[in-house]
């Protein structure tokens, strides 16, 4: 499986931007696709994930209420819309796949190129 992420850019503070992430090959019922984000001189971190087959979401504290993480079946893609954002929300935004509901990122094996996300105040 390849991941593709997108959709990143320049917002303002309390601005919205959507990433996609798209997925080539076969994505399993029993698979998890999450989201992480890597700030500048910061570690990695646990953004949202949702269960392929049931649509069950996980959020980081961070982002609950509002960050929503969905997907599209048909599609093979995942998106993340990101609402009300803050200058803290300013990260590289990766998608990430894994076999097993988790949010922790070594258990996810298939990683996407990221996307940059950088919001002003």
């Known amino acids: 499986v390849q991941l593709q992420a997108s959709g990143g850019g320049l917002v303002q503070a309390g601005d919205s931007l959507r990433l996609s992430c798209s997925a080539s090959g076969r994505i399993y019922s029993s698979h998890i696709m999450g989201w992480f984000r890597q700030a500048p001189g910061k570690e990695r971190e646990f953004v949202a994930n949702?269960?392929?087959?049931?649509?069950?979401?996980t959020y980081a504290d961070s982002v609950k209420g509002r960050f929503t993480i969905s997907k599209v079946s048909a599609t093979n893609t995942v998106y993340l819309q990101m609402d009300s954002l803050k200058p803290e929300d300013s990260a590289i935004y990766y998608c990430?796949?894994?076999?097993?509901?988790?949010?922790?990122?070594?258990?996810?094996?298939?990683w996407g190129q990221g996307t940059e996300v950088t919001v002003s105040s």
């Open positions: 949702i269960r392929w087959s049931t649509r069950a979401t």
């Open positions: 990430a796949k894994a076999n097993s509901l988790s949010s922790r990122e070594r258990d996810y094996m298939w």
